[in-house]
């Protein structure tokens, strides 16, 4: 890989400078890649109608080339330019859940890079809210392909330093705009099928998209068959083992204790109980499930800066933010007890 020397800017969402995405609208019209935050998680973007970018993002993160992108857009108007048709619920999730954490399948024109979507007829929009990136696709007025900026297979990243630790000095430019609001990515929704499906479990709870899509199914009535083509690999792995306690939330501490006790090696325990006191070691993960997913991927990454063989997850309850939360944890788990 070629050793470039990254530019690193730091912008305000409160006070965003347009000098500075004007820096970075230009390194994406130059045909570049650049790393950018989300609420949801950072990015790693190019513009979707430039084949030879789009190429760079699948090179330098060592991503499966069957594995489809999502594209960023500034407005449903915009939107419209890329798809065959917006359909009527799109409306109404429009109006609630974006701009926001909301990723929805559609069929698509043909003008943007086949390597984008690959052979599907499908393609992945979302309007993010975070107002840097929204900025500069305002900016640019093209739709910008992302994936997480991550090597594949590491944990999200949720802060600029994870994507620095991640990819080096390779990236030509990285813009920090602070920690990612919600700190998990996106929720899929397939538009194309009767009924709407949810593809994959993200930063919406699924509870609030069936208030507007009373319809929508979930994976769990699809018998495991995998839906989105990037839910098949492995995801979201730290290297230090996670071990899953099954149903923590109704266990005592001393009970969870003596698990825990059992486990040799140098471990901790990722804790998501705000009333469990341990005498174990432990990272508190949050009060509550927004808090607990927030800082789910960040605290994956500093188990491994910790070098530990272990991070014993308290499981948290199957609903709202937690269905998300459990479906990345067990992902990422080497055992469940
Ligand atoms: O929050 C997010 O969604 C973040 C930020 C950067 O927007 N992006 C993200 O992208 O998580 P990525 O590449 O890590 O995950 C994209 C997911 C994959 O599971 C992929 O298979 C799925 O979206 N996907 C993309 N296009 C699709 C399509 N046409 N049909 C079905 N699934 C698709
Ligand atoms: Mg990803």
Known sequence: MDHINTKKIKIDPLNISDELINIAAKFLLSGEIVAFPTETVYGLGAIATDSSAIKKIFKIKNRP????????????????????????????????LWPGPLTVILFKKN??????????PTIAVRIPSNPIILALIKKINLPLAAPSANLSGLPSPTKAEHVISDFKNNLPLVIDGGDSKYGMESTVIDLTTTPPKILRPGAIPFENIKKILPNISTDKDNHGR???????????SPKTKIIVIKE?????????????????GKKIILCTNKDHKHSLNTIQLGSNLKNIQTNLYSSFRELDNLNLEFGIFEEVIDEKEGSAIMDRVKKASFQIL
Do not use: A, R
Not at 77 to 82: L, M
Not at 111 to 120: E, F, G
């Open 65 to 96: 080339l069957d594995n489809p992108l999502i594209c960023h857009f500034h407005s449903i108007d915009h939107i419209s330019k890329y798809v065959q048709q917006i359909p009527d619920e799109l409306y109404e999730l429009n109006e609630k």
């Open 226 to 236: 995998i839906l989105s083509p990037g839910m098949k690999y492995k995801h979201y």
């Open 111 to 120: 003008n943007i890079s086949p390597l984008v979507t690959k052979d599907l």
């Open 248 to 264: 923590s939330y109704i266990k005592n501490v001393q009970e969870i204790e003596d698990l825990v006790q059992k486990i040799k």
